[in-house]
């Protein structure tokens, strides 16, 4: 039999494990990143072909490790030559592959009266008591029936269906996919279990049937050039097509693709549903929302606003409850993704000065591709710098330039990125005279730093200066306010940028004929003469890190974290065997913790690690982060 039915569009993630290995680290971090994400799962156990696949440990291995409900639809069957089939335990059916045609067909078969039967008729029983304790219209029926017999195939898929949907439980199928075993009921799982995207985007219908996209990915292609990968929620996408893109950019598609598997086909148009690969598009970054016309955006966003006042509860005048709204709307039509800051940062240098345009452009593409990758000039030793989210980050950078662009190039040792701020607040007066080409030029300029998070530059407006200020022409304003919080960007310390600080002028005087970069850079100068003369304290990177550990392995970890500065916030159960551990912990003390929490727990623990913000620092530990950072230790 061929496959039963076309892959539909869904929206969910399919794990796959290892039927020799079990839950690994990897399979940690997919299901980490799944329930971030709030989507639903199925699991597929591989490799059940070879002898020391072990069904029943990845199954145990779920519930320990992922705190998991699996429901196991299948289960194995080697028969003398060892070749597998599967039990479908749903219709207690004996299902068997062709090799000869490589698994393309396979055979359907009612088992008979035998061990193997009941034993197929308990697992059935099993399955259906699990969800009946989760689904309530199966409940109901086996209550009114008062027999699990009675029960149907289909009044089992429609139960599973839903509690899968709800993420309640976790279908398990098997099979080997190097012989297609299993294959073809793994795709009609996927169509039955898994919800399509209309059931889980409904937020977009406010499109109706304009287009909506989004950019999740851009790959570089050696022959294709830049590629974007968009997810179609609405509408149709057309070869030739315009579109709005995150820029407010109109580009043109030029050519459309389908992914199947690694090979693209081209193809004239996309539905609502389904990955399109799209060729022509060359300001789009990832997080990008694709329209057709601003018009089309704004109808989108009326609409939606429109639904959220129908069905929002009356709310008080002095009530600032909309702000939850405003940032559904935001989330949902801004076309800026929300990128954490870097974390760390190291040089980069081309093997020559002839590489250096093609670094440039390749670091430029990898850009699009990754919007948490940071390239910077820094101008006081000429280097390109740049920023990223952790060690294996810039590794991968390094090698994908190797690899794709052919470049190999140096980078630095790796920095932390620590930021500053002022310790108190202060104020000065700088006055420059200079003659630049016959013409003289002359600024005087006051200027005051204080602790502001909100707002970050400002006029004062006290009644000696306010008249000065008003007098002033609005480019002036623009040119003073460009240089001075250009100066925040490094601090006098170790360079940071410089945070939670606000500018207010207070005074300026500009003489007749000077010139904008003049009155920019006097403006510069003065705010970095405050910033030395003010002092500045670091602030650090913390990091939030939730590590998941056997019991036994506990005190060995949380005694390694309290050498590393670490705060625990909490220790919660995870399941029968494991804890759940949540640290806030200082990046700078975390260098290789993923190796060393291996070497502790001995492979046994895994982790998911984020940026949480920034912290001040003590004293002591703030002048050897200087010391790291002017390369004496």
Request: hydrophobic share 40%.
């Amino acid at each position: 039999m061929e496959v039963e039915q076309s892959l539909y569009a869904v929206d969910g993630v399919i794990i796959v494990l290892d039927g020799t290995a079990g839950v690994e680290a990897q399979t940690v971090t997919v299901w980490t990143q799944a329930d971030k994400h709030n989507l639903p799962r199925l699991v597929f156990v591989n490799k059940m072909d070879r002898p020391d696949a072990n069904f029943d440990k990845c199954v145990d291995d779920l519930k320990a490790k992922l705190d998991a409900k699996p429901i196991c639809m299948q289960i194995p069957a080697k028969n003398i030559d060892g070749q597998l089939g599967i039990y479908d335990v749903i219709t207690m059916e004996l299902l068997t592959w062709q090799q000869k045609d490589l698994g393309r067909t396979y055979n359907k078969l009612k088992l008979e009266a035998s061990d193997e039967l009941r034993q197929l008729q308990d697992k059935r029983n099993e399955l259906i008591d699990e969800l009946s304790g989760i689904d309530d219209e199966l409940a109901e029926v086996v209550i009114s029936t008062e027999s699990f017999d009675n029960i149907s195939s289909e009044l089992i898929v429609r139960a599973l269906r839903r509690a899968t949907c709800s993420q309640k439980v976790v279908p398990v199928l098997l099979g080997s996919a190097y012989k297609n075993i299993g294959i073809q009921c793994l795709m009609d799982a996927v169509n039955a279990y898994l919800p399509t995207p209309a059931e889980r985007n409904q937020i977009y219908d406010c499109f109706g049937n304009d287009l909506a996209g989004k950019v999740f990915k851009i790959v570089h292609d050696k022959q294709r050039g830049p590629l974007t990968l968009v997810r179609l929620i609405r509408g149709e996408l057309k070869r030739g097509m315009r579109v709005l893109c995150s820029r407010g950019q109109a580009e043109v598609i030029s050519k459309i693709y389908e992914p199947l598997a690694d090979e693209y086909r081209e193809v004239n148009s996309i539905q609502a549903g389904d990955v399109a690969i799209c060729s022509g598009l060359k300001s789009t970054v990832t997080g990008d929302l694709l329209t057709t016309s601003h018009t089309s955006l704004k109808n989108a966003q009326k609409r939606f606003l429109q639904s959220q006042d129908s069905t929002a509860p009356q709310k008080d005048v002095d009530n600032d409850d909309g702000d939850d709204e405003l940032d559904v709307s935001h989330g949902l039509f801004s076309f800026e993704p929300k990128i954490p800051d870097a974390v760390y940062f190291c040089s980069i240098e081309p093997p020559s000065i002839s590489s250096q345009t093609a670094m440039e452009q390749a670091l430029k593409q990898l850009q699009r591709e990754d919007p948490s990758l940071r390239v910077s000039y820094d101008s006081v030793t000429g280097q390109t710098v740049l920023g990223g989210m952790g060690e294996l980050h810039m590794d991968i950078v390094k090698s994908r330039l190797l690899t794709e662009y052919k470049i190999d190039v140096d980078l630095g040792p790796l920095q932390i990125a620590y930021k500053e701020t002022i310790e108190a607040p202060a104020i000065t007066t700088l006055s420059v005279e200079k003659e630049i080409a016959g013409i003289k030029q002359n600024v005087n300029i006051t200027l005051q730093v204080v602790n502001n998070q909100t707002e970050l530059f400002s006029l004062d407006k006290s009644p000696e200066n306010l008249p000065n200020l008003n007098a002033l022409r609005p480019r002036l304003l623009q040119v003073v306010r460009k240089g001075a919080t250009a100066a925040l960007e490094r601090g006098p310390r170790v360079g940071g940028e410089v945070v939670d600080t606000q500018i207010r002028l207070h005074n300026i005087t500009v003489g007749r004929g000077t010139a904008d970069s003049f009155v920019m850079a006097a403006a510069a100068q003065c705010v970095q003469k405050l910033l030395t003369t003010s002092g500045t304290r670091l602030l650090e990177p913390i990091m939030s890190i939730q590590i998941v550990a056997p019991n036994e392995r506990i005190s060995g970890i949380i005694a390694d974290l309290s050498r590393r500065r670490a705060i625990i916030k909490d220790v919660a159960p995870k399941g029968e065997r494991n804890k759940l551990i949540f640290v806030n912990a200082p990046l700078a003390e975390l260098f290789g913790y993923s190796s060393a929490l291996r070497t502790i727990s001995s492979g046994t623990a895994s982790m998911t690690m984020q940026p949480c913000g920034f912290s001040e620092m003590n004293p002591l530990d703030e002048s050897i982060a200087v010391r790291r950072a002017q390369g004496l230790e």
